[in-house]
């Protein structure tokens, strides 16, 4: 794909050009932009931005739901599992020194990936050869999914920090008792409607964003796209209904 940027302007030669004024000559040189400027300008560069960043959010969430799943094996083990998240990395790292690194790639993964979404569908509107005849329909159905998902799990993320890891919101909570204080936001009925609400938007933000950063990325030829887009749907599920399991779980008295 052609890497498409702002036009440069050319650097000028040294001396003044013949006719114009030297003031006018002596402006500072331009060069031509870096690599890294040309690919953040380009279409291509947004994409791969946008693909990188949610595969790193992707891979944090396997990690977070496999800790998750551990819930089922007892209080005892869900705790240690969030005392280790602290002492990872330990003793050559400080406590939660690398758990403040995962926070500040994960902050910066979740900028870049709403930075470059919304310029690429900015781009996509823009690059409209006929406008339509009515104006709400300017983007498409997988456009506003999307972003509605994303604005969803956005807010979603704010809440079940505030929830779980600040226990801000979290009635009856404790500090270092995660297992209990999950367990305590799935005993409410706004707990379980919050989560699953944002699991299932989770889901099908998932199963677009997975199929978009396969193509994005080149992967899917064509005689692998049908069996890539079964992968691709089946982990979009696996994901979901894993998450979704702990409410249930809770509610269903399976974990209590
Ligand atoms: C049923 C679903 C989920 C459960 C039960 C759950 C549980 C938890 C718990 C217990 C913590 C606190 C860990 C600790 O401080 O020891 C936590 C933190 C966190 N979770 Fe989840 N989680 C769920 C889904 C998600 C999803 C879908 C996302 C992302 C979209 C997510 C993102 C995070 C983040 C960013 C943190 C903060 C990590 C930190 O900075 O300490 N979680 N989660």
Not at 4 to 11: C, E, F, L, Q, R
Not at 205 to 216: D, P
Request: aromatic share 10%; charged share 15%; net charge positive.
């Amino acid at each position: 794909m052609a890497l498409t940027t702002k036009s440069a302007s050319k650097p000028t030669a040294g001396k003044p050009a013949a006719g114009k004024p030297a003031a006018e000559s002596a402006r500072p040189r331009r060069y031509p932009p870096s690599l890294p400027a040309l690919l953040w300008h380009s279409t291509v560069g947004k994409k791969t931005v946008l693909a990188v960043s949610g595969l790193i959010m992707l891979a944090y969430l396997v990690a977070h739901l496999v800790g998750n799943l551990k819930i089922f094996f007892g209080a005892e083990e869900f705790n240690d599992y969030g005392h280790w998240l602290r002492t990872l990395g330990g003793p050559v790292l400080h406590y939660e020194w690398a758990l403040w690194l995962i926070r500040v790639v994960l902050v910066a993964a979740v900028v870049l990936h709403g930075v470059t979404a919304y310029q690429l569908s900015r781009r996509d509107i823009a690059a409209r050869p006929v406008a339509y005849v009515h104006k709400r329909r300017r983007t498409s159905y997988a456009t506003r999914t999307m972003r509605w998902g994303g604005v969803i799990l956005g807010l979603f993320v704010v809440w079940h920090v505030l929830d779980l890891t600040t226990l801000t919101v979290n009635e009856n909570a404790q500090s270092g008792h995660p297992y209990e204080n999950t367990v305590a936001t799935f005993s409410t009925w706004y707990g379980n409607v919050i989560y699953i609400t944002a699991m299932l938007a989770l889901g099908l933000h998932l199963r677009h964003g997975f199929w978009s950063a396969v193509q994005t990325l080149g992967a899917a030829g064509p005689a692998r796209a049908r069996a890539l887009k079964a992968v691709t749907d089946t982990s979009a599920l696996l994901l979901t209904c894993g998450f979704i399991s702990i409410p249930v779980a809770v509610m269903t008295g399976v974990v209590n």
